[in-house]
């Protein structure tokens, strides 16, 4: 199922078209608010890679031509994943995403707050206008998934019984819910069955599991300038990612550092050197190998529904999950 | 149109049973959640005085007898409502609220941003499983009214400036805004038509004013045990409310404090000083006035639609605001 039509994840030329009627309809959004708030927001949304309206587009167009529902239900997508990064970057703390200052760290935790409620409630208000109101039962659905999964993983103290299951419970809901929820809501706009509406749900939930475990990756790997952000962040947290389950398998390392990984303000020096051990132990090569099932699940599900090039180009983009940097 | 119905504004014996539903009803979103969820939540949730709930009903009964719509669209109202205030409180880092400590004060900003956002999302789930779509647009453009007014006031730097008209359309994107958005809502579900419905909303946001107006004295005249909060807030906080604005039209006081009101992290002893000062000045008393007027005009917009015991509770719900002590 490999095949050349989609160089790049950031650009497919496919649907090149519906993409920029998607970044137009995304920024006249934006400009609608009052002068105040449109500085903030402009370039917050500048640089994205749009992942999600993406596959709300792709999911759609595996069953009908590009409608109006569609376009719409992908801005919404994109403004929701927008206003909960807004609002992980107050609750992290975080002074850079994507190499660019955050909203917090220039504007203040008071606006970054008040920004991303206020997308949130333009995403809502996109979908209402439209009466998407099926799409708007996935997309709500998802967003308080997110927030019980992030409220939960701080709430557990960082704990060596974090196995597989319990990661892949809290990757569900943190970050593979809302991909579903996109992947349902185009096959919804698309007037696919029932049937293929879940189907496309189970594809969207493999590939957030996959794009997750590689972001815990490249947590672990990516340096600060690719990845726009410190490195080894979940480390500095207590989160207990893919890498660290599988490096902690291991008797020697679990004997090694069953208790340090527990520990919050680690010493940088006894950062590296548990990030150079665990890259010795394999853990790396295992977590990706995990994150390459889920692609292959992903695509296995995408077989179940009927051929179309933009099903092709869903089984590239998963592909370029594995190959991304940041 | 003055009456004895109403003895208390938190208890409307004419609409006891619909507001049991309405309580029911909000209590069993709230229960729906995860166990990690629930427990922060229910806690916040006891001891509101469900204005905007009661607002809701009693606008769409002054049309119609109860139905479901109105119900559902009074809980989402609160949950709406009650995701401000628990945002608010990580903005304004308040550790206490009606007397309780806030979500932020004992779980930390990270689980209150959620929360709030978890409960937005609820509302919005509430209103798309009802198809109320025009409450839903009335709701989300007051949101985004509500965070757009904020931005805009944290970032003008306290200046003598500030007049009554610029003090009106901030506080009507505030308060006034969701209040007129609840009251439409509840118009809207009691099938009014469109020109009752925009009354409706001017007598929302009459009151609205009104209430907001108390609220800023209150932050003047209520002791710490009364509001639940620390008194002169605003004054912290460098917001120019309607007392001081008409404190500033004396020129004496204008004189003595026009460069202090404009300083942050003024001493307590000087804070009290302006405080007993600006009680003195007869600010208060026309502050009062102003929000006395608001109240008269809210009447008399009431005084346009259909006669109905409703009504008449609406009239003595917004004396009521008038004689509030928190």
Not at 107 to 135: M, P, S, W
Not at 177 to 190: F, H, N, Q, R, T
Not at 231 to 240: N, P, Q, R, S, T
Request: aromatic share 8%; with cysteine; net charge negative.
């Amino acid at each position: 199922m490999i095949s050349t039509v989609n160089p790049n994840l950031d650009d497919i030329p496919q649907i090149s078209k519906e993409m920029k009627l998607i970044e137009n309809e995304l920024m006249r959004v934006i400009e609608e608010g009052d002068e105040s708030i449109r500085g903030i927001l402009k370039d917050f949304f500048a640089g994205g890679k749009r992942l999600r309206p993406k596959l709300v587009l792709l999911s759609g167009l595996c069953f009908s031509p590009v409608n109006t529902k569609m376009i719409y239900s992908a801005v919404a997508a994109e403004l929701i994943h927008t206003a909960s990064l807004i609002h992980d970057d107050v609750i992290d703390r975080s002074d850079y995403r994507r190499n660019r200052p955050t909203i917090n760290y220039v504007y203040g935790n008071h606006t970054a707050v008040l920004a991303g409620d206020y997308i949130f409630a333009k995403a809502f208000e996109v979908l209402c206008r439209q009466n998407l109101n099926r799409c708007m039962g996935y997309l709500v659905e998802a967003i308080q998934e997110m927030c019980t999964g992030e409220i939960i993983q701080a709430r557990e103290s960082p704990d060596l019984t974090v196995d597989e299951d319990r990661y892949f419970r809290t990757i569900e809901k943190k970050t593979a819910s809302l991909i579903a929820a996109c992947c349902k809501s185009g096959a919804d706009c698309g007037k696919a069955d029932e049937v293929q509406i879940e189907k496309m749900g189970l594809f969207g939930l493999y590939l957030g599991y996959a794009f997750q475990i590689v972001d815990d990756i490249l947590d672990i790997t990516g340096d600060t300038s690719e990845m726009g952000k410190p490195v080894a962040h979940d480390l500095e947290e207590g989160k207990i990612t893919l890498p660290y389950i599988y490096f902690l398998r291991d008797r020697v390392w679990e004997a090694k550092y069953r208790y340090t990984l527990m520990e919050r303000n680690l010493a940088t020096d006894m950062k590296y050197q548990i990030i150079r051990d665990l890259k010795h132990s394999g853990a790396i090569t295992k977590a990706y190998a995990k994150a390459e099932e889920c692609v292959k699940k992903a695509k296995e599900i995408l077989n179940e529904l009927p051929d179309s090039i933009y099903k092709q180009i869903l089984a590239d983009l998963s592909e370029k999950v594995m190959l991304r940097k940041r």
